[in-house]
């Protein structure tokens, strides 16, 4: 645990620049979106080259042809992300509606058939409603919902910020301890 926690600064850091990223996606949900639209066509592109690299790599591999179409699928999402953000955010606000929507009906279905094995199914089925209701809104109102992301994003950096900066915080008061502890000789 000592040779951890001599790293505290680092837990701090991090907590502090989630900090700063949480009040600026706060401040600016427009450049926050942007920021992280091209950090996901960064990673199609990224994950495109490394399945082409592999597909070629092994070229004795069952199967290698998939990963050639993976790779230049990821390739070309990655350039029309680069030409495009735009539309790459609102694909991204759909992708995420739709899996609160299924997700929700699951959630529904479930609470529905388990109410006789389980105690409190309402919540699961509450869970499933408000699941539904947040896909709806985000189709009904793209826009807003990109913008309600952002700022999302900036309240989870925020406090989680906070969380890591107060972990760091304890992490170097341990070590204080422990180096208090081995320095006073036993009696």
Do not use: C
């Not at 450049?31 to 070229?59: D, E, K, S």
């Not at 390739?75 to 030409?83: D, E, H, N, Q, R």
């Not at 790459?88 to 109410?115: D, F, H």
């Not at 919902?145 to 952002?150: D, F, I, K, Q, T």
């Amino acid at each position: 645990m000592l040779r951890y926690s001599r790293f505290w600064w680092m837990v701090v850091l991090r907590g502090a620049l989630l900090l700063l990223l949480g009040v600026a996606a706060l401040r600016w949900p427009g450049a926050t979106l942007a920021v992280l639209v091209l950090w996901i066509g960064a990673g199609f592109l990224v994950n495109g080259a490394f399945a082409l690299v592999a597909a070629l790599a092994g070229r004795d591999v069952e199967g290698r042809a998939w990963m050639v179409i993976e790779g230049l699928l990821g390739i070309a999402a990655g350039l029309v992300t680069f030409m495009n953000p735009g539309i790459t955010g609102v694909v991204l606000l759909w992708l995420l509606a739709g899996w609160a929507i299924l997700s929700g009906i699951v959630q529904l279905v479930a609470a529905i058939r388990l109410r006789r094995v389980i105690q409190g199914e309402l919540f699961l089925g509450l869970a499933g409603v408000v699941a539904i209701l947040f896909g709806v809104l985000l189709i009904a109102r793209p826009g807003a919902g990109l913008v309600a992301l952002a700022f999302l994003l900036g309240w989870f950096a925020i406090f989680y910020g906070v969380v890591l900066i107060a972990l760091g915080l304890r992490l170097r008061r341990l070590v204080r301890e422990l180096q208090d502890r081995v320095m006073v000789p036993a009696r």
